[in-house]
Nanobody, 116 residues
């Protein structure tokens, strides 16, 4: 059974940094494209970054230049380093395959709160 466990969120001040971690189990992590998604209050979930098994990366415009996605295939772990955070970055951050694992519940996500 595939499990996605996000961690690393927290409360930071404007301009702060965080590194998020996603532990994946029960799936061939090293063979799949992975993404980070986020969902702000009242907003739909949106993808912010993707990375292929070989390390080809794509960033969506919303956070481009302020984030870095990476992966450790040996440990089935996905990372998202975020910096220069703004209140608009507040939300719950999730990881999943691209496209999402079929029939697999999303993880609980990790909450990022950016305030002054």
């Amino acid at each position: 059974q595939v499990q996605l466990v996000e961690s690393g969120g927290g409360s930071v001040q404007i301009g702060g940094s965080l590194t998020l971690t996603c532990a994946v189990s029960g799936a061939p992590f090293s063979d799949v494209n992975m993404s980070w998604y986020r969902q702000g209050t009242g907003n739909e979930r949106e993808r912010v970054a993707s990375i292929s098994p070989g390390g080809i990366i794509h960033y969506e415009d919303s956070m481009k230049g302020r984030i870095a996605i990476s992966r450790d295939n040996g440990n089935s772990t996905l990372y998202l380093r975020m910096s220069h955070l703004t209140p608009e970055d507040t939300g719950v951050y999730f990881c999943n395959k691209v496209p999402p694992f079929p029939g697999v519940p999303w993880g609980r996500g990790t909450l990022v709160t950016v305030s002054s």
